[in-house]
């Protein structure tokens, strides 16, 4: 698998959905950034967000017992889906893509800006300014024991 590699439902490169924060550690080394988000006694959750600058890519670990890989964010131009450099592509290109390889369950929406193309049987979200994608984020859910569901 390539180090920019995503793959929807599954993982990012050599980081899978459901990896613990301290393999993610172990393969990544440390984080640029790290934040605790949200307030476990207020929200019942734990999301914990790791910054990688030099790969542009950002881990939100999830879960109250065990913290695991549940979404991730990039701008890196280097990433690839199914095969092609999606930061190469534009909207109708990726549209596309996602189609062949068979989701279909599209959602576009205009926000703070920017246009947003959603895939949600694959839980990803495309970003767009204009033509040109800034950012892809992807995900599964997670219980609180840091299981996929």
């Avoid at 476990?40 to 734990?46: L, Q």
């Avoid at 109708?92 to 926000?111: A, H, P, R, S, T």
């Avoid at 979200?125 to 024991?145: E, H, K, N, R, Y």
Wanted: glycine share 8%; charged share 30%.
């Amino acid at each position: 698998m390539e180090k920019y590699t995503i793959e929807p439902l599954k993982g990012f490169g050599e980081i899978p959905f459901g990896m613990t924060l301290d393999e993610a550690v172990k393969v990544l080394g440390n984080p640029t950034f790290y934040e605790e988000l949200g307030d476990m006694e207020e929200t019942g959750n734990r999301s914990i967000y790791y910054e990688y600058e030099e790969l542009e890519t950002n881990i939100y670990f999830e879960g109250i017992t065990k913290s695991v890989a549940a979404c991730f964010e990039t701008e890196n131009a280097d990433s690839v889906l199914f095969g092609k450099k999606v930061f190469d592509m534009n909207r109708v290109e990726i549209i596309q893509l996602m189609k062949d390889n068979g989701y279909n369950e599209i959602e576009e929406e205009d926000e703070d800006g920017e246009h947003r193309v959603s895939f949600e049987d694959a839980l990803m979200d495309f970003f767009f300014d204009g033509d040109q994608m800034t950012a892809i984020s992807w995900g599964v859910l997670v219980d609180d024991q840091g299981n996929i569901i």
